[in-house]
């Protein structure tokens, strides 16, 4: 069946530190990933996307990879502060459709 | 633009009652989305619409759910009658296509269903 992870426990690092999270799926063939951040009793917010034919996107402290051949995706968040404390969210699109399957997320906190 | 408009942003209401959720998406968008997240199952899509047509509401767990948008500007997510396990944050959410994949969402605030 098809399957999205992240990692379910919560990422700690310290300010500063370069923040690494993952976002891994099976059974797939994606042809777009999306990144969203949600913070405590708010909607996602749309960060990056990232095409099949791009191994890299970059937006500011913001890396994204996506590898078709691991099937995975990793976000980068380059000299973290403590505002980047959120749950980070994968999508992916379902191919053929405009619609988007969700990873359950992983929270990061930045320790000041 | 306000954004996505959601009502209301928090309701409780009792086993076997009906909810009705409201959704105002963002002028222009031609796709809308309904999803549900919870802490096990995280965010699910429940059902979308594009220019006002259901097109896959293969996420709609049961037919006590029942979605619909009668304008570009309104939709509702009515449930009926509701269980407790229906307890959840409900988001509604927009887009339009920009071509090359480029499908950002635009979120509501949610509204957080508590059935007693």
């Known amino acids: 069946s098809q399957k999205i992870e992240q990692n379910s426990e919560a990422l700690n690092i310290q300010e500063g530190k370069t923040a690494t999270l993952t976002c891994n799926y099976t059974n797939y063939s994606p042809a777009y990933l999306q990144w969203y951040r949600q913070d405590p009793g708010r909607g996602p917010v749309f960060l990056l996307l990232i095409r099949e034919n791009e191994k890299e996107k970059r937006k500011e402290r913001l890396k994204v990879t996506f590898d078709t051949t691991l099937k995975q995706s990793l976000f980068h968040i380059t000299a973290s502060q403590p505002a980047d404390s959120a749950t980070y969210l994968c999508a992916l699109e379902i191919e053929g459709t405009y619609k988007y399957i969700f990873g359950t997320g992983t929270r990061l906190k930045v320790l000041a | 633009d306000a954004g996505v408009i959601q009502s209301p942003r928090h309701e409780v209401t009792e086993m076997g009652q009906e909810v009705t959720l409201r959704c105002k998406p963002i002028s222009g968008h031609d796709y809308l989305f309904w999803y549900r997240q919870t802490m096990m199952r995280g965010l699910e899509l429940l059902i979308y619409?594009?220019?006002?047509?259901?097109?896959?509401d293969s996420g709609m767990p049961e037919d006590r759910f029942s979605a619909k948008m009668p304008n570009a500007s309104f939709s509702t997510l009515k449930i009926q009658p509701s269980e407790p396990r229906d307890s959840a944050v409900y988001f509604c959410?927009?887009?339009?296509?920009?071509?090359?994949?480029?499908?950002?969402?635009?979120f509501g605030p949610g509204t957080r269903l508590t059935v007693l």
């Open positions: 959410a927009s887009s339009t296509y920009a071509g090359g994949g480029y499908n950002e969402q635009f």
């Open positions: 619409f594009n220019n006002n047509v259901p097109i896959d």
